[in-house]
């Protein structure tokens, strides 16, 4: 088996289409068709100022999630964390965005026992009903603070303006998609950071975290 403890991913799974929400009614090759399009708007609208690294101590935070309460880094010392950063609540469906980004990790936090976090910048008031929809706990960094240290953000608003998703909703500053795993010692060991029409791979997240498949030869 290979040693995990210092993997940094350069890879991404790109969705075969772009999903936001039922509620937008996109269809699900709305934005990939324009592939020009696409990659303009991912030049124009990442916003990242910064990023950990593997190596790296994990910077803490206190988030509020369902019912206000907080919950903060600090208090799961001890045991490996995983960090699930999305643009949006109640975007996506089964097979693309957030929902799906989510749904992958289910198994990682209620079978192997792992601590899955999500962060995302919606309100408190949505924490409660959009985590026992995605299955996941999840978190309001309102601030955008946590998730720029984390993974970077992006002009969300204008990446779908751009896709013809959205109007005039440019300027609406979300995480980028991201993942990010800690040790026991609140190390990183695993970090990817994509746009929100990819999504992290997620052996590779259960190869950091020493469970499912660790050996890709």
């Known amino acids: 088996c290979h040693d995990t403890s ?8 790109d969705m075969s289409a772009f999903t936001l ?5 996109v269809a699900r090759t709305a ?8 990659k303009t708007t991912r030049r124009a609208a990442v916003a990242t100022k910064a990023a950990v690294k593997v190596g790296d101590a994990a910077p803490d935070f206190t988030l509020m ?16 964390v995983v960090l699930a950063f999305f643009p949006a609540a109640f975007s ?10 989510l749904a992958s990790l289910q198994s990682i936090d209620k079978e192997d026992g792992i601590s899955v976090l999500g962060i995302t910048r919606d309100t408190p008031f949505v924490m409660g009903p959009w985590s026992e929809f995605a299955g996941i706990k999840c978190l309001s960094d309102v601030s955008n603070n946590t998730q720029e240290a984390y993974v970077g953000t992006i002009d969300f608003g ?28 609140q190390k990183v ?3 990817w950071a994509g746009m929100p029409d990819q999504l992290p791979d997620v052996t590779e997240i259960q190869a950091a975290l020493g469970i499912g498949k660790v050996n890709f030869e």
């Open 6 to 13: 210092h993997i940094q991913s350069p890879h991404a799974t």
């Open 21 to 25: 929400s039922s509620t937008f009614n």
């Open 65 to 80: 999630g369902a019912g206000f309460e907080t919950t903060s880094l600090s208090s799961l010392k001890g045991q490996k």
């Open 158 to 185: 204008k990446f779908l303006d751009d896709l013809d998703v959205s109007t005039n909703m440019a300027g609406y500053v979300s995480s980028k998609r991201g993942c990010v795993v800690l040790d026991e010692d």
């Open 92 to 101: 996506g469906d089964a097979d693309g965005g957030c929902q799906c980004q």
């Open 31 to 38: 934005g990939l068709s324009k592939s020009r399009a696409a």
């Open 189 to 191: 060991i695993y970090t």
